[in-house]
């Protein structure tokens, strides 16, 4: 059951980096790097290794062509975090402390050679927000979620200008995440006006439902803050 909920998890979030990244105009399809590799991507963390791994070896290349590829690093380091999850649903510890701790470090160090590229920021973002939702309290899920959030909040800074033309879907998952992000942290303040935004903007959609729930429970459970592809149940 662990294991089905994680793939889920994982998948949905999926949904929303591809969704998120084919409305970014900073450059052709075919020149963008996550046009490569986030079939092979998606594919595998939905649970087809040979997948995963295609993907993987797309990035290594690109890493050898150019150690400094952000892309190419950020979804390396999110295949590694994902398979240290696996390796942790095995009862592995060791093996998952170790490549979950090497996926960050290579999705840090992406964000670090390209902090205004939302497909760099995007991806680590999308990974660590929806990865901490089962997450047990722990000095690590907070610095992870603060990561997270400042993933998409550079990302809704970056693409302000622009942001009223994406789809339901992208900005409410953006904005959404925002959101939630806060909610987690404690921040009630910052949550309520985020959640008051999504309101007010997407009314009539899955996002304004959610957002009513909390305004007017102050709670969500985690099935309501995972992505709302049409894919996923209770939508």
Not at 165 to 188: C, N, V, Y
């Amino acid at each position: 059951m662990k294991r089905r909920r994680l793939t889920m998890v994982v998948a949905a979030l999926l949904t929303f980096i591809v969704a998120f990244l084919a409305t970014l105009k900073s450059a052709p399809a075919q020149e963008r790097f996550d046009s490569k590799v986030r079939t092979d991507f998606f594919t595998g963390f939905a649970g087809n290794t040979a997948a995963l791994d295609r993907g993987m070896e797309a990035c290594e290349k690109a890493l050898a062509a150019d150690g400094a590829n952000a892309e190419a690093l950020v979804w390396h380091g999110s295949g590694l975090y994902f398979r240290g999850g696996q390796a942790y649903q095995r009862g592995d510890e060791q093996t998952g402390q170790e490549l979950v701790m090497k996926g960050l470090a290579e999705m840090d160090r992406a964000v670090d050679l390209a902090p205004s590229n939302v497909g760099v920021r995007v991806p680590r973002g999308a990974i660590l927000l929806q990865s901490t939702l089962y997450m047990p309290e722990n000095p690590f899920r907070r610095p992870l979620l603060e990561k997270g959030l400042s993933d998409y909040q550079k990302t809704l800074e970056v693409q302000a200008s622009q942001f009223d033309k994406l789809g339901t879907h992208p900005r409410g998952e953006l904005l959404f995440g925002i959101a939630d992000a806060h909610r987690r942290l404690g921040d009630e303040a910052a949550a309520q006006k985020m959640f008051e935004r999504i309101s007010a903007e997407l009314p009539g959609s899955t996002y304004q439902k959610r957002a009513d729930i909390w305004l007017t429970t102050k709670h969500l459970t985690p099935e309501q803050v995972t992505c709302a592809g049409c894919h996923t149940p209770g939508k």
